[in-house]
């Protein structure tokens, strides 16, 4: 179970240095702040992608399908830290060989509330074991297992369908010549 006085999020400048915290349950308004986060895309042993979709009591994007989690990274925490802390709160397991597949991700994007997303948030690949999965239904509604081929064609052709992270972060990965498969074991 996650301490709220130790849930805060990392405030950050355009450079992405620190520059103090704030509660993670207050952070995110229609002026959120810049701060530390990071986003995963967890692949099970059939090599298919978990997609979640986000419960609808969520504050931002509520109900929309999104990659497989997201977090946010508190002082002194890694990307990769702060994925295994959160994940297990998330998914009910902590994920295997996570690899950071794009450091520099930044986005801001606001949401039909008007709630903003303003984030650095690098961006990793890893494993999940399916059958250890046991999602918290007050950050998970629903989840599903795609083909990486028919996430980056939903992403290209229909993006409104998934979170605009996940659109733009699968827009890096594609640029940058990388399959996350390649990546992994």
Known sequence: MTNH??????????????????PRATVHTTD???????????????NRLLMTRRALSKVTWPGVWT???????????????AAMRRLIDELGCAPSGLKVVV???RYRAVDA???????????M?????????????????????????TVVQIAETAPELISPWAVSEI???????????????
């Open 125 to 149: 690949v890893g494993r999940i074991d399916p059958a250890a999965l046991r999602p918290n239904p007050e950050e998970i509604a629903e989840l599903t297992w795609l083909p990486w081929e």
């Open 113 to 123: 509330s008007g709630i903003v997303e303003n984030e650095f948030c690098p961006v």
């Open 103 to 105: 450091p520099d991700f």
């Open 67 to 81: 990659n497989s989690a997201c977090g946010h990274r508190r002082p002194q925490e890694s990307p990769v830290d």
């Open 32 to 46: 959120t702040p810049l701060h530390l986060a990071f986003s995963t895309f967890l692949f099970g042993p059939d």
């Open 171 to 185: 827009a890096e990965i594609i640029q940058l010549g990388i399959h996350p498969l390649d990546l992994l074991d």
């Open 5 to 22: 006085t130790d849930d805060v999020v990392v405030l950050v400048d355009d450079s992405g240095n620190p520059t103090g915290t704030a």
